[in-house]
């Protein structure tokens, strides 16, 4: 039994780099059927790769997932990201199944057509400040390290996860802007190309935004291990993956149990 989609979109998954959850995106992909998948950028980490050498078994097998599932009949996009940007001289080339795109339209079910890109030309720090970009995103690793640290001892004092980056950023306010003229820049561009709305990742924060043009950020897979998914009836959703799978888990027991049942009352 597994997850059934029309199609997935996923992005700032950053393998390569500590903070991924690489055990959660494979449990995730291996519990999904989809006929596209869309890799909507940063998906490795060659910011991070560069400075330092860092490449689990596990960070492997998800890049072994995703070509199996290419050769399996799923359709695979790759939009690179600004972490992996050097993916870009390889546009429009197909490499084991996997198809390397700057940005993709795509049309649901019901005719509905979406700009699919992963956002980093639509943020001016990384358009005009490379170094600052980095900084930051060195800066964001760090916190992601001590957010682990102190929800170890939260948990361990029996308080629910806290997200203490997400807590920074939003509490300054030039981020919230940022966030704001972000998504206006995404839907305007949508709107210019006279499509129904966007599916983008790039800040980590996912969100859902159903107004004149649709509004979906795939969000990431160091935090908040979400992906945006297309029902078979053309509806979209961004998902929680854990929960997702657990209700998937869950439901398979019972079908077991019922199963038993059934047997054990046949005469």
Known sequence: MSLH??????????????????REVLRFLNCIRCDTLY????IIDLWRLRSR?????????????????????????????NHDEA????????????????????????GRRFLVTHGDQYDLVVKHSRLLAVLGSAAYEW??????????????????YWSLAQYIKLRVKSACKFVSNFEEALVNEARARGLCGVVCGHIHRPEVKLDSILYFNCGDWIENCTAVVEHHDGTLDVIEALPAIAAMVKSQRQALIESKETVLAEP
């Open 87 to 110: 993916a870009r001289q390889y546009l429009n080339l197909n490499f084991a199944g996997v198809r390397i795109v700057p940005h993709a339209i795509h049309e649901t079910a019901r």
């Open 39 to 42: 890799l909507v950028g940063d």
């Open 5 to 22: 989609y029309r199609t997935v979109w996923i992005s700032d998954v950053h393998l390569g780099s500590r903070g991924c959850q690489a």
């Open 53 to 81: 050498w860092y490449w689990p078994p596990e960070h492997a097998e998800v890049i072994q997932r995703i070509l199996h599932m290419a050769r399996n009949g799923c359709e695979v996009f790759y939009i690179p990201g």
């Open 143 to 160: 916190l992601i390290r001590l957010n682990r640290v102190y929800n170890a001892i939260r948990r361990w004092r029996g308080k629910p």
